[in-house]
């Protein structure tokens, strides 16, 4: 009985230490982890990067939304990629109401083929360029001068009676009217593009610049060649 009750006693002793020990640790822990949740963020930019750098970049450039679309052109980003893209939108969406001339009036092989490319690549743009806005707290319209008028004032845009021109003829009348308008057309977006690249700082609205430049300058040759045997 008595080596018992010493047993038993020993084994409270021990359970009484275990437990005085894990309070201990518990009450050092809660002060390193309240210490920690500051040093965290810190330090835990370097081990996830990869998320930690658009979030970086956002407040740099003043998005800091955290939305999804902050990641379509992650980076930091100044006024003329906000410019590129508001101007670039109208431009492209009036190539595309070119394009939809082409249905029905378009006579020649090769415009017909360029159409279909005007269409594959511009669209996906445009709607590329929406998210980037979206993602930088930007309003897709300029709101003045060319944005703010349907874009009429910029470099290579048509008039309404431009477009009203090329509505009223087919065949071989509309493939020229066409490659000429889509010549002055082209010549404004790459002329914008080229402004973006000088003065642009988001590497994907330049690098965007970059594919306008080079895709729309052979499309300008294309044309002119067309023009030549028209």
Do not use: Y
């Not at 990067?49 to 970086?56: C, G, I, K, L």
């Not at 679309?69 to 906000?82: E, H, I, L, Q």
């Not at 939809?100 to 669209?123: C, M, N, S």
């Amino acid at each position: 009985m008595r080596s018992f009750t010493r047993r038993t006693a020993r084994k409270i002793a021990l359970v009484g230490a275990a437990t005085a020990t894990g309070l201990l640790l518990t009450a050092c822990g809660t002060d390193d982890g309240t210490n920690g949740t500051d040093h965290g963020a810190a330090s835990a930019a370097p081990s996830g990067s990869p998320s930690a750098a658009p979030s970086a970049s956002a407040s740099a450039s003043g998005s800091g939304s955290g939305s999804s679309d902050a990641s379509a052109a992650p980076g930091p980003f100044n006024d003329a990629d906000v410019m590129f893209a508001q101007m670039m939108i109208p431009h492209h969406e009036q190539a595309l109401e070119m394009a939809e001339l082409a249905e029905g009036r378009a006579e020649d092989p090769e415009i017909r083929k360029l159409v279909t490319a005007i269409e594959q690549a511009q669209d996906p743009e445009i709607q590329k360029m929406k998210a980037w806005l979206k993602g930088w707290g930007k309003p897709e319209s300029a709101g003045h001068g060319a944005g703010g008028a349907g874009g009429h004032g910029m470099a290579g845009m048509m008039s309404e009676q431009d477009m009203k021109d090329l509505a009223a003829v087919k065949g071989k009348a509309f493939d020229r009217t066409f490659a000429e308008l889509m010549i002055a057309h082209h010549d404004g977006a790459v002329d914008m593009a080229k402004d973006e690249q000088k003065n642009g700082e988001n590497p994907t609205a330049k690098a965007l610049a970059d594919d306008v430049v080079r895709t729309q300058s052979d499309e300008v040759a294309a044309l002119k060649r067309i023009l030549d045997r028209l």
